[in-house]
């Protein structure tokens, strides 16, 4: 399984953009990126995936270098219920039932 | 209904006892996961059904014993656990597995377990 590294910890002002980065330098061309992340006392939630275009939905943006080596979260303005610890997770087409976390970037956000 | 439930919330059991965790989506789903996570860490899969069919088993000892009922619900039948087995178990549930382009997994709240 192709591996991903992420910083351990992130600070954030309320309401200032965010960018969290990981890198993924033996991906695979048929492996999506996928970011999950997990609030205090919850189980883990989906956020965004994407092959290689950008990607935006209504809680964040993803944003896919051009060699697919590295990408990026962005959450646009973050709020305290953002922070979490978040997640960047290889998945293979064809093994979609295979989440294999990573140690994550546990981000803090100041009011 | 977009809810994966689990329970109990919370459960302390001997290192003799026999439990069950329950774990429930009304998706329609046809893929459903058990996870662990100690203190601190990231989840680790543990088993993966598909249409009621245990797909993977990541090498889990057999004092851990999954069963899928039906499509709807899914178990984790415990016995002989030891004290370091004491971790969140989280349940998950998604559309489907290979070959599904999106599979985004939706979580339960997980089982808090302490064995003594």
């Known amino acids: 399984d192709a591996k991903t590294t992420q910083p351990n910890s992130m600070e954030s002002n309320e309401e200032e953009p965010v960018h969290l980065p990981c890198n993924h330098s033996t991906i695979s061309g048929t492996d999506y990126i996928h970011w999950y992340r997990q609030l205090p006392s919850q189980g883990p939630e989906y956020v965004i995936h994407g092959l290689t275009s950008n990607v935006n939905n209504r809680m964040a943006s993803l944003a896919i270098a051009e060699d697919r080596k590295s990408s990026t979260l962005i959450l646009h303005r973050a709020t305290l219920r953002d922070a979490a610890v978040y997640y960047c997770?290889?998945?293979?087409?064809?093994?979609?039932?295979?989440?294999?976390f990573g140690q994550g970037t546990e981000l803090s956000v100041k009011p | 209904d977009t809810e994966v439930t689990q329970t109990p919330k919370h459960l302390v059991m001997g290192m003799t006892n026999k439990k069950s965790l329950k774990c429930e989506q009304h998706m329609g789903h046809r893929a459903m996961y058990w996870y662990k996570q100690k203190a601190k860490k990231p989840p680790e899969l543990m088993f993966v059904?598909?249409?009621?069919?245990?797909?993977i088993n990541e090498s889990v000892p057999s004092r851990f014993s999954p069963e899928c009922p039906n499509s709807s619900l899914l178990n984790l039948h415990l016995h002989a656990l030891q004290p370091e087995d004491s971790a969140l178990y989280l349940c998950?549930?998604?559309?489907?597995?290979?070959?599904?382009?999106?599979?985004?997994?939706?979580f339960g709240p997980g089982t808090r377990l302490t064995v003594l």
């Open positions: 998950a549930s998604s559309p489907g597995l290979a070959g599904r382009v999106y599979n985004e997994q939706f």
């Open positions: 059904y598909s249409y009621e069919k245990l797909s």
């Open positions: 997770i290889l998945i293979r087409y064809n093994q979609g039932g295979k989440l294999i």
